[in-house]
T-cell receptor, first 112, second 112 residues
């Protein structure tokens, strides 16, 4: 089975803090994604990566950056957390672009 | 990607088959039908997908009408753990998988 693991399920951070959300997949997938999910807004794509050290902006990249130094690991970085970044963050991966996307368990971030 | 329409909620008795409908009347010839589910506070879980033939796996069956304008996800013997929001999505494979659009989905409640 595909396994996408997000390092933290629940986090509480203060406004202005730098936040790292880590994601690891064990299926040698080329592509990895970061989404956020908010009530009434559905899933929105933040960034995705189709190869090591490659990244592309999604629909809502402002206030976020990403890092992919190794194929299995994709990190989401909030440079200076703000309260409007309180959300559930979902990491996902797929073998090829357009293939089935598999999601992690999600990370609930609260910024106070 | 084509728009889908699902009933907002459904109930099913434990042990009975759950049949979840989805309308996708504007589906294009190269768009697949995907089903995911999301249990509260967890990431979306892939269930099944198909193009025009009926599909079955260990979780569910997918029945697609001949004109491909609608489909039904069947959970043959629903259990309490199948209570979740079920999302029907149509999308083109072999193109960017980045913009996976989840609608409102169907809240399935399995009752003892």
């Amino acid at each position: 089975d595909v396994k996408v693991t997000q390092s933290s399920r629940y986090l509480v951070k203060r406004t202005g803090e730098k936040v790292f959300l880590e994601c690891v997949q064990d299926m040698d997938h080329e592509n990895m994604f970061w989404y956020r999910q908010d009530p009434g807004l559905g899933l929105r794509l933040i960034y995705f990566s189709y190869d090591v050290k490659m990244k592309e902006k999604g629909d809502i990249p402002e206030g976020y950056s990403v890092s992919r130094e190794k194929k299995e690991r994709f990190s989401l970085i909030l440079e200076s957390a703000s309260t409007n970044q309180t959300s559930m963050y979902l990491c996902a991966s797929s073998l090829e672009l357009g293939n089935t996307i598999y999601f992690g368990e999600g990370s609930w971030l609260t910024v106070v | 990607d084509a728009k889908t329409t699902q009933p907002p909620s459904m109930d099913c008795a434990e042990g009975r088959a759950a049949n979840l409908p989805c309308n996708h009347s504007t589906i294009s010839g190269n768009e697949y039908v995907y089903w995911y589910r999301q249990i509260h506070s967890q990431g979306p879980q892939y269930i099944i997908h198909g193009l025009k033939n009926n599909e079955t796996n260990e979780m569910a069956s997918l029945i697609i009408t001949e004109d491909r304008k609608s489909s039904t996800l069947i959970l043959p013997h629903a259990t309490l753990r199948d209570t979740a929001v079920y999302y029907c999505i149509v999308r083109v494979a072999r193109t960017s998988g980045s913009r996976l659009t989840f609608g409102e989905g169907t809240q399935l409640t399995v009752n003892p």
